[in-house]
């Protein structure tokens, strides 16, 4: 079983009294913060979760709200795991970072990433999910699956522009 789905029922309780205003502008940013304060309490051996959010005018991905050491501010669509997963369209789960061709390092404690596109129900790229591990091969399959559906609840409560 995945942490995530270990804590379940916290983690929906969590979303539940910390996620507001569906469709909201206004809640967005702090939707975003909340979002990434609860999988960085909740999920063990994390030491980055946060997002990146693209902006077609520059064509980047722009550092979003995130807890953990400070980051690279602005990454390529085509440059590391976040661009890549940004691109293809994918989650990218990366067992071990020192053996992914062109991963960017923001903390040098991580060992493992998973990267999570947040995309609306009409195609509108909006970002990317992006979590650190200190531990190689840290998300398994269902933590992958689990996080896609986190992103799925959460998209509801991001207004797009
Ligand atoms: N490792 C990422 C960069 C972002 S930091 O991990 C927070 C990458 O290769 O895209």
Known sequence: MSEIQKNAPLISQLLATWIKGENSESYTLANYAN???ILFQNMTAVNWAGFYL?????NTLALGPFLGKPATALIAPDKGVVGNAFTAQKTIVVPDVHAFSGHIVCDVDSN???VIPITTA?????GVLDIDSTQLNR???Q???D????????IQYIEVS
């Not at 693209?54 to 520059?58: I, R």
């Open 147 to 154: 996080l896609e559906h986190f992103v799925q609840t959460l």
């Open 139 to 141: 998300f398994s399959k």
């Open 143 to 145: 933590e992958q699956a």
């Open 122 to 126: 009409n195609g509108q790229k909006i």
């Open 35 to 37: 979002a990434a304060a």
């Open 112 to 114: 493992a990433e998973i």
């Open 54 to 58: 693209y902006h077609a005018e520059t």
